[in-house]
């Protein structure tokens, strides 16, 4: 008889299989107006472990179904530049600056400021994604036109277009901010689709805005391709996000002083073409905030709650149309759109851990009211498993490192909690228990299904989150790279005796090739040395040590945490276990853990294993389920870097390669054997510095 473990297989297959041909479709609603159908309809395939939308194409002809979905995609014929259908309904509907002038200042009671792009010399385009351009109705062909990166640059306005200029506050490095707002982006406008789909279109980098404070609204080269190609790399990954239509270069030059050490260096200006059905933000809805007694900022308009009420109104009605149409109340109608952003995030920041990506400046004003990923900065992957990664230079605290993700992500849940409070006093306990009752949970459970996914766990068992955690554990203790790791586990061969047997396995028989190749994938001692180092001196710990235990107001007044202070402690004990270790002591070690743990994984497939009666079937489709969930291409920061430098001496081959690598991160069509994407990062890696100068 076959198992319910074979059964479930025999669906996650035919998932799979029904997928391909419709990934497109799918994944164009994942940011449409019906968004929340998505994300229902996902929710249940969570359940069946199969996070999401993202098992890729599994049929024999690769090559032969890429064309189909291309020509899906694109078509024989769009729309030209001058006829896209623009309807810019948050001009419309939201409050407008009522002052034309475009210089740096406070904007009360506005939502949008409008604005002019600044021209750039000599406009230049890059690349640019068919997929976001058929998003958009818009012929590929149009790329062709002499004037197609004038348009795109913002040098020529597109008929239709309305750019104007956001206003919206933050919370940063958990201080408020006051008004922030669109400093180098431009809103453009929204292009309804011939499918309804609504689609802002966002120039960054466009130049000054009333938000601009003392930058110049520019935006350079090196982070330009970055956002360009991570925020295509993480749809493809099958992670929500904003995405990415174009990048234009130019001739026009601004200065960056890109460590903040004095030492500025001329770089090119550089534009991106932002799409998502909205970029509003968790900030949006902080303008109306009193002063903060720590900061002394208030909003932009502090006590407007009239505003509020205004862009609420508008994110459901346009955003959330099932909840606007299912509840008669306001009141009922924003706690549900609420729940569903908590529940939203808590996905989206599930999907980031799973697959190794830190975004490095979570403030509030870079949090979607969507459950997007948006504004692309400093981020990072993971090469070796580091909980404490930290991919942004400027975050001395490492308040934004990848263990910290899921923690400040529901601190900005609750942020955005209290100023919907000053909307809707009576509701204050609706939006707490929102909060608590949905962000964990919906945590967990995306975590823990993708994660079995990655494993091949197709069923459900108490001690499948000791079994990850000892992954973790055990990639952290030796230095594994948390990729290449992953990816691997589907070629490890598995005794034919598992099946149909309750007998535990000896030691002796897990897969000898696959444990030599996480071997060589773990980085040496010097490295995990490197990484573990304290970034306090001793004399300053102990003069914080002091201080806190003495007068701990006196800590936060010099902008330390408690939490950060333990955290350095912690992180002084194991600087000195790691720094005992020798190479020979690392890899005796480093052999005993992986050992350990490759038995217990096995074990605990023979578990799955035992009433199997096909084998070869169910095998075979447990590495299609891990194939699709573990990619062999990410975006490490080094390879990115290389493009960089190719791109800074006018070379934009390796941008362009890199693209359609990245829209194929699982390797399906073997189109990129040649190209080690999937290699160890070479040691100057570690050295690359991203902060969010751009």
């Known amino acids: 008889m076959i198992t319910k473990v074979l059964v479930n297989l025999n669906r996650t297959h035919s998932f799979i299989q029904r997928q391909h041909l419709h990934q497109h479709r799918i994944n164009r609603t994942f940011l449409s107006e019906g968004t929340r159908r998505t994300f229902k309809s996902t929710h249940s395939i969570n359940n069946q472990h199969n996070i999401y939308h993202n098992f890729k194409r599994m049929e024999e002809k690769p090559q032969e179904v890429e064309r189909k979905i291309q020509h899906e995609q694109i078509g024989q014929h769009g729309r030209t530049l001058e006829d896209l259908n623009f309807d810019n309904s948050t001009l419309r509907e939201l409050p407008m600056d009522t002052v034309l002038e475009n210089y740096t200042r406070t904007v009360p009671n506005a939502f949008f400021s409008r604005v002019k792009p600044t021209p750039l010399t000599n406009p230049k385009l890059i690349h640019y994604s068919p997929e976001v351009l058929h998003l958009l109705d818009l012929d590929v062909k149009e790329a062709e036109r002499p004037d197609f990166a004038y348009y795109l640059s913002g040098n020529t306005l597109l008929p239709g277009s309305d750019p104007a200029a956001h206003c919206y506050c933050g919370f940063q490095f958990g201080h408020f901010s006051g008004q922030l707002g669109d400093g180098r982006a431009m809103y453009l406008g929204e292009v309804v689709n011939n499918k309804g789909e609504r689609w802002e279109l966002q120039l960054k980098g466009a130049g000054k805005t009333p938000y601009s404070r003392t930058a110049d609204g520019r935006a350079v080269l090196r982070s330009s391709i970055r956002e360009f ?16 239509g174009t990048i234009i270069t130019s001739d026009t030059k601004v200065v960056r002083d890109l460590k903040y050490d004095n030492n500025p260096i001329q770089e090119k200006a550089t534009v991106v073409l932002r799409v998502a059905p909205t970029f509003i933000r968790f900030g949006s809805f902080h303008v109306a905030n009193a002063t903060d007694p720590i900061t002394g900022r208030s909003g932009s308009s502090p006590g407007k709650t009239e505003m509020l009420k205004t862009l609420a109104d508008y994110v459901i009605k346009y955003h959330f149309t099932e909840i606007d149409k299912k ?8 706690v549900a759109w609420f729940e569903e952003l908590v529940k939203r995030t808590a996905r989206m920041v599930a999907l ?11 403030n509030t004003d870079n949090m979607s009211v969507l459950g997007l990923t948006i504004d692309y900065g400093p981020f990072g992957f993971l090469d070796a498993y ?8 400027s975050d001395n605290e490492g308040r934004y490192s990848f263990k910290n993700q899921p923690s400040i992500c529901k601190w900005n849940c609750e942020e955005l909690a209290r100023s919907l409070v000053l909307l809707l006093p009576t509701e204050k306990k609706r939006f707490e228990d929102a909060v608590e009752k949905y962000y964990e949970s919906e945590y967990n459970t995306t975590f823990m299904s993708k994660m079995r996914n990655k494993l091949g766990l197709m069923q459900e068992l108490p001690e499948d989150k000791k079994l990850i955690d000892d992954l973790l554990n055990a990639m952290q203790d030796t230095g594994a790279d948390y990729t290449n790791t992953l990816r691997c586990l589907s070629r490890m061969k598995l005794p034919a005796k598992m099946a149909n047997s309750k007998e535990e396995q000896p030691e002796t028989t897990i ?20 990484q573990a180092k304290p970034q306090v001196s001793d004399r300053d710990v102990q003069m914080l040590v002091a201080m806190a235990q003495q007068n701990p107001m006196m800590l936060r007044m010099y902008g330390v945490s408690e939490e950060f202070l333990l955290k350095e402690l912690q992180r002084r004990e194991r600087y000195q276990f790691v720094k005992e270790l020798t190479e020979d002591s690392k890899s005796e070690r480093d052999q005993k853990i992986w050992r350990t743990w490759l038995v217990a994984y096995q074990e605990r497939i023979a578990k799955e294993m035992q009433d199997v009666e096909n084998v070869e079937e169910y095998l075979s489709k ?23 430098e190719k791109a800074e001496k006018g070379d934009y081959s390796e941008v362009k390669r890199l693209f359609d690598v990245l829209k194929d991160p699982y390797d399906l069509g073997k189109n990129f054997q040649e190209y080690s994407y999937d290699g160890l990062p070479p040691d100057w890696a570690s050295d690359i510095c991203v902060t969010c100068s751009s």
């Not at 190609?229 to 990415?244: D, K, V």
């Not at 509840?327 to 924003?334: C, G, I, L, M, T």
């Not at 980031?352 to 979570?362: N, T």
């Not at 580091?386 to 230079?393: A, K, M, Y």
């Open 622 to 644: 447990r590495v299609d389920v891990m194939d699709h969930n573990n990619p062999k291409f990410i975006l490490r920061n080094y390879i990115a870097q290389v493009a960089i």
């Open 327 to 334: 509840f008669n109340s306001f009141e009922d109608k924003v």
């Open 229 to 244: 190609l991570c925020s295509e790399a993480l749809y493809h990954l099958g992670i929500p996000t904003t995405r990415a």
């Open 386 to 393: 580091n909980p404490d990664f930290i991919c942004n230079g």
């Open 511 to 530: 897969d000898n090739s696959v444990f030599q190749y996480i071997l060589h994938q773990l980085v040496p001692l010097k490295t995990i040395i490197k």
């Open 352 to 362: 980031w851990q799973c697959v190794g990506w830190a975004h490095g400046v979570l």
